[in-house]
């Protein structure tokens, strides 16, 4: 029974308290294959790095607005207070991209994620996301109310109320504390590890004739010795690969049976990057510029699809509710909400969006004005915000007559 199982576990408090502690101090999970493996270890992983990164990388590069409702219409806030903070600037030393691609990889490599705000004179004023480790643990008081234990770097610990914590969760089971991700699938990742680790070994002192050299005499020690420094001096190594090997003494060389292709060493790390990307992260091959198969033009479009709304709009509508649950007010959630803006990821080709936009300008989806708005173009004047089809006739101005008329 290890020290943390034997330590009792505080009234209230999570049940996540345990590996978080494990977490701050550098600690991680044994698993089956050798590796340990904790949210640090992961990212040693060449495929769960990149899945972060892309993640990250992308939620990073979509703008996030305040929306107003205004009757039946919708428009940036522009001059709410909150706009700023979620679409420029969270914090003093942070962009808004850096902001949200931190929260994603805090989400995804822990599970939750955990801001201090920052209020004067009653509104937000800004948010300062705390590292790993500075929550400790999630207490739920009899009345449901949720207290946050901060251990500060400083050798502070502080306990502070719901109302002054952004808190964004990942999948969860008891409602106020998200679920480590690595700890689930950390047997599938100490896989992944373990195979670059075999690799990364095999090549590196491997001798790459693979052969196995005997002797037809017995060898003393001292001759044993230096027919083993040799051979290695002379073909081990990965720079020494597929040299000619010289023997004499009627020596021979027999190729060793099991190679990394025999013991299905390349499809055990095909089927880890596969089940790692698919099955955890929820994202296709070719988003890691890896598949199977060659992709067409339309194969990759669907692809692209896919990855936008199975990889990145459940994290997306995550971060849009707590922003309406943690950072507005019940007064500004009758008129404001979040909104990411993912349509550009959604895009085709220019030939593709010119005849989408057409269509929606002809059945008067859009106007022109709107269109132009969303390729970030200007408006070409107070024309351009009328719906009208391609047939319909121009309305005359009082006192015009309609051209070709008789005058």
Not at 196 to 208: D, I, K, Q, V
Not at 338 to 348: C, T, Y
Not at 371 to 393: A, H, I, K
């Amino acid at each position: 029974m290890s020290i943390m199982s034997r330590m009792a576990r505080p009234k209230a408090v999570s049940q996540e308290i345990e590996r978080l502690i494990r977490t701050t101090l550098g600690g991680g999970s044994s698993t089956t294959s050798g590796a340990t493996v904790s949210s640090e270890s992961a990212m040693r992983q060449a495929t769960v790095y990149s899945c972060v990164h892309i993640l990250s990388r992308v939620i990073g590069m979509l703008p996030c607005h305040i929306m107003e409702r205004k009757g039946k219409n919708r428009e940036p806030a522009r001059g709410f207070h909150l706009y700023e903070i979620c679409h420029d600037l969270p914090n003093d030393w942070m962009t808004s991209s850096e902001f949200w691609g931190m929260v994603i990889g805090h989400l995804v490599l822990r599970g939750n994620f955990f801001a201090l705000k920052q209020v004067s004179a009653g509104k937000l004023r800004g948010l300062i996301p705390f590292a790993p480790g500075i929550v400790t643990s999630v207490e739920q008081k009899e009345n449901y109310s949720l207290w946050y234990h901060l251990s500060l770097p400083n050798g502070e610990h502080r306990v502070v109320p719901r109302k002054d914590i952004m808190h964004i969760k990942g999948m969860t089971l008891n409602g106020y504390m998200g679920m480590n991700p690595i700890e689930y699938i950390r047997e599938s990742i100490g896989l992944g590890l373990a195979t670059e680790e075999f690799g990364a070994r095999y090549f590196g002192s491997g001798t790459h004739p693979s052969m196995i050299v005997e002797h037809p005499g017995k060898l003393s020690e001292n001759a044993h010795t230096n027919l083993k420094d040799s051979l290695g001096t002379a073909y081990s190594g990965l720079g020494k690969a597929h040299r000619m090997m010289l023997l004499e003494e009627g020596m021979k060389a027999s190729p060793i049976t099991i190679s990394p292709e025999d013991s299905q060493f390349l499809d055990t790390r095909r089927y880890q990057k596969s089940e790692i990307v698919d099955i955890f992260f929820g994202m296709p091959l070719t988003a890691m510029g890896t598949s199977d198969s060659t992709p067409t033009f339309a194969s990759a479009e669907q692809f692209s699809i896919g990855f936008v709304i199975y990889a990145l709009m459940p994290w997306i509508v995550n971060i849009e509710k707590a922003i309406y649950r943690d950072l507005l007010t019940p007064a500004d959630r009758v008129k404001y909400y979040a909104k990411f803006k993912a349509e550009g990821l959604l895009r085709g080709s220019f030939k593709e969006q010119m005849e989408s936009f057409a269509t929606a300008i002809d059945k008067e989806i859009f106007n022109p004005n709107e269109v132009r708005e969303m390729l970030d173009y200007n408006g070409y004047g107070p024309q351009g915000d009328e719906y009208r089809t391609r047939t319909s006739s121009v309305k005359e101005a009082p006192g015009e007559k309609a051209p070709g008329e008789d005058k």
